[in-house]
């Protein structure tokens, strides 16, 4: 029991002195690094870097970088490019410090990572092995179709811009913008200028004010037409011009209505 006791009790001074002296000669390569003594920082790390899983990441990146300094400081070039590619596999987005290292080292630091990153293998991105059925591309066409329909009922031209014609979209768009701010403008415009022509007592200014709403009023029928016009094509254009695409998704008819008192409409049908 006694022999036990006494061979546990080696054991542990044992552990801790190596413990000690692991630690003292890591400090000890550190004081030799910071007293330029570099054949001493090359000897005494490799031990330590060829037991290298004992040593915690930090540590073991600074070991390898005060060798690869070394090296480089006493003209070993190689063997200063083999140990920051040593570096360099452990963590591939390392940077030197400015601070703590001088601006060749930097320099020859970043042509090595530089070099070794180009020579990496590229890893080819693989294409899923799936294929989205039809149904889910003829819904989400049909969605932006609707969208489509929808600005352009609103704005001449914004359809066109949604489904990507530009040059459609733009030119409709500014014939619409020109001609709907006059039409609204005139309508309110001639409203009020009948208004005073009606209201008006004095014949000596009925016809200046007749006049007056006349031309008001032939306006807002120019504006009102080519503003109507423009929003027509854009949208028999927008049907036409993506009906292959979008058929079987939608169906469009725009055709005229006679009334009996003999007034004609247009009628649209849109089905999705």
């Given amino acids: 029991m006694k022999k036990i006791c006494l061979l546990l009790f080696v054991l542990m001074i044992c552990s801790t002195a190596w413990g ?36 915690p990441h930090s540590q073991l990146l600074e070991l390898y970088r005060m060798k690869a300094v070394a090296h480089y400081s006493l003209d070993q070039e190689n063997p200063a490019k083999e140990t920051f590619i040593e570096i360099l596999k452990i963590e591939p987005n390392f940077n030197l410090d400015p601070v703590i290292n001088p601006p060749k080292i930097i320099v020859f630091f970043n042509e090595v990572k530089k070099n070794y990153i180009n020579k990496q293998p590229i890893i080819p991105i693989e294409k899923p092995d799936y294929i989205l059925p039809d149904s889910i591309i003829q819904d989400s066409e049909r969605k932006i179709f609707r969208a489509a329909l929808l600005r352009s009922a609103l704005l001449p031209g914004w359809g066109h811009l949604h489904l990507e014609q530009p040059l459609k979209g733009s ?20 409203f009020a200028k009948e208004k005073d022509y009606l209201n008006e007592t004095d014949k000596s200014k009925i016809e200046t004010k007749y006049d007056s709403y006349n031309k008001s009023y032939k306006l807002r029928n120019i504006f009102i037409a080519s503003y109507t016009l423009i929003w027509l094509y854009a949208q028999y254009d927008l049907f036409t011009g993506n009906s292959i695409k979008y058929q079987k998704q939608s169906a469009a008819s725009l055709y005229p209505v006679y009334s009996p008192d003999n007034t004609i409409s247009l009628n649209m049908t849109i089905t999705f």
Avoid: H, M, R
């Fill in 171 to 190: 030119i409709l768009g500014s014939a619409a913008l020109i001609t709907l701010p006059p039409a609204i403008y005139f309508i309110f415009d001639s």
């Fill in 20 to 55: 000690q002296v692991e630690q003292i000669t890591v400090d000890l390569i550190v004081k030799k690094f910071k007293a330029f003594e570099y054949k001493q920082v090359i000897a005494l790390s490799e031990p330590l870097l060829n037991n290298s899983e004992a040593l």
